[in-house]
């Protein structure tokens, strides 16, 4: 009877330990669940005052309510492309050979800092720069 029950009890060990083992797992994971969903509510906190603010200054906005630029609008796009003519001195000649030479995989990234609304434009394969990478703030998006 003796080895009866201490067979029983080496069984309940390890079920037990197993046990432990499940609930310390279930807990962690519902702490990480509740510090995601913590997270993007005061994500959404924040881009409502953002917008909030933008708008109570009577500008036009030129972002998006999603804190995205409007990339597909044909008036922001031709704005876009005007700035960037402008900046250019005030000329760009792009030729077929231009178009040519770009390698098929390559894009630009949009950054944008909140802090003063300006836009960074890079090729992929630059990256992105140390300033927005290592941003302390939170205030850029990409």
Avoid at 9 to 28: G, R
Avoid at 111 to 120: N, P
Wanted: with cysteine; hydrophobic share 40%.
């Amino acid at each position: 009877m003796s080895s009866l029950i201490t067979m029983v009890s080496y069984m309940f060990i390890p079920a037990s330990i197993i046990t432990l083992i499940a609930s310390v797992l279930v807990w962690q994971a519902w702490r990480f669940r509740t510090k995601q969903k913590n997270i993007t509510r005061e994500l959404a906190e924040e881009a409502d005052k953002l917008i909030d603010k933008m708008q109570s200054t009577g500008d036009e906005l030129l972002f998006d309510p999603a804190g995205l630029l409007s990339l597909g609008d044909p008036k922001y796009l031709a704005t876009l492309c005007t700035v960037l003519v402008q900046k250019a001195g005030g000329t760009v000649r792009l030729t077929e050979q231009d178009f040519l030479d770009l390698p098929e995989a390559e894009y630009i990234s949009v950054y944008v800092d909140t802090t003063d609304a300006s836009i960074l434009l890079c090729l992929s394969s630059i990256g992105m720069p140390p300033s927005f990478a290592h941003s302390e703030d939170e205030t850029t998006y990409n």
